[in-house]
C-alpha cells in the first residue's frame, strides 16, 4: 500500500491501469469504513482511499481543530481493507489559499444538515469536486449513513457531467443500534445511552410504516359505510410514520438527554416533505445533538 500526497497520486495514477475506485473519508476509521472499502474492491481492480480533514465543511464553532486525526490507526485499517492507494494530501497541498471559486450545492443542500450547517454541502461537494478530479475514479462509494450528502454528490455528478458510477452503502451500526461515525468518539458513556432514542424513532417509525403498508395491502383501510379504502390509509401514513418518530424523541427531549435538530420525512430525490399522498421513496431524516456532539441517522421508505 502506498501513502502519499498529490504528486505521488499522480505518479502512481499514472501507472495504474483497470477500474479504479474510490472511498472519500476524513479519517477517524471504523468498521463502516472499511466496509466501503471492500464494496470498492469488489467494484474495481485498484482501490484509492482518501484521508482529509476538509475545513470547507467545517463552520467557526464546529470541530475541525478537534477532529480526531489518528492518521497511523488509519493506515492499519485501510491495509487491512486491502486499499492500494491512501491519499492524505496536507492542508496547504488542498488549499494553498483559501478557494475563491466552489460548487455550490444550491437548494438541496440548504435545507435540513444544510440549514443547521450553513454552508457544509458547499465545502462537501468542493472537496468531492476535487477528489474526483485528482483521482479520476471508475466508481467511488459513499455511506448512506449521510444520506443528504449521497443525494447530493449524486446530483453533482449528474449536473456536471463526472463519468462516474455512484455506489451506496447501508448505514453499519453498532450492536446498541447506534449508526457507527467518527464522532461517537466523543460521546460520554451517559451519553451514547441518551442517544439510542435516535435508532428507537427510526424503529417506531418502520414499524408504522410495515403496519401500513400490510393494512394497505390488505384491502381494510376503512368500513363501506364510510367509502374509506386503501387510499385513505395510504394518504395518512407519511404523517403518521414521522410522529412515530417524534414520539421517541420529544420525550427524550423534554427530558433533556438530547436536543432535537431536525426529524422530517422527504422525497428521496428532492428532499421535499412528503405530501400527504404521497407515494414513492422516502426517507426520514434525523439530527439531534446529545452532550454536546452532533449525530445524524435516516431511515429509507417507499410508500
Not at 454541502?121 to 476535487?130: I, S, Y
Not at 410514520?241 to 420525550?251: N, Y
Request: proline share 6%.
Amino acid at each position: 500500500m502506498e501513502v502519499g500526497g498529490i504528486q505521488a497520486l499522480r505518479r502512481w495514477r499514472a501507472e495504474q491501469s483497470g477500474r479504479v475506485g474510490l472511498v472519500p473519508t476524513m479519517g477517524a476509521l471504523h468498521s463502516g469504513h472499511q466496509a466501503l472499502m471492500t464494496r470498492a474492491r469488489t467494484e474495481s481492480d485498484l482501490v484509492v482511499a482518501s484521508i482529509f480533514v476538509n475545513p470547507l465543511q467545517f463552520g467557526a464553532d464546529e470541530d475541525f481543530v478537534q477532529y480526531p486525526r489518528p492518521i497511523e490507526a488509519d493506515l492499519r485499517k485501510c491495509e487491512e481493507a486491502g486499499v492500494d492507494f491512501v491519499f492524505a494530501p496536507a492542508l496547504a497541498e488542498m488549499y494553498p489559499s483559501a478557494p475563491e471559486v466552489r460548487v455550490v450545492a444550491g437548494r438541496m443542500g440548504a435545507v435540513f444538515e444544510g440549514a443547521a450547517r450553513p454552508g457544509h454541502f458547499d465545502g462537501v461537494l468542493t472537496v468531492v469536486a476535487k477528489l474526483f478530479t485528482l483521482i479520476a475514479p471508475d466508481v467511488t462509494v459513499f455511506g448512506l449513513k449521510d444520506i443528504q450528502q449521497f443525494v447530493l454528490v449524486k446530483r453533482m455528478i449528474a449536473d456536471l457531467n463526472f463519468d462516474i458510477e455512484l455506489i451506496g452503502l447501508p448505514v453499519v451500526r453498532d450492536a446498541d443500534g447506534l449508526a457507527m461515525s467518527s464522532r461517537n468518539s466523543y460521546l460520554a458513556p451517559d451519553d451514547r445511552a441518551r442517544a439510542l432514542a435516535i435508532p428507537r424513532a427510526l424503529t417506531a417509525a418502520s414499524e408504522v410504516a410495515e403496519r401500513g403498508r400490510e393494512t394497505a395491502e390488505s384491502g381494510i383501510g376503512g368500513s363501506s359505510d364510510s367509502g374509506a379504502g386503501t387510499s385513505d390509509v395510504s394518504a395518512g401514513l407519511p404523517a403518521a410514520v414521522e410522529a412515530a418518530a417524534l414520539a421517541e424523541l420529544e420525550p427524550a427531549a423534554e427530558r433533556g438527554d438530547l436536543e432535537i435538530v431536525y426529524c422530517s420525512l422527504v422525497e428521496a430525490a428532492t428532499l421535499r416533505p412528503c405530501p400527504p399522498d404521497f407515494t414513492g421513496p422516502a426517507l426520514l431524516l434525523v439530527s439531534a445533538t446529545v452532550g454536546g456532539t452532533h449525530l445524524i441517522d435516516n431511515l429509507p421508505l417507499e410508500f
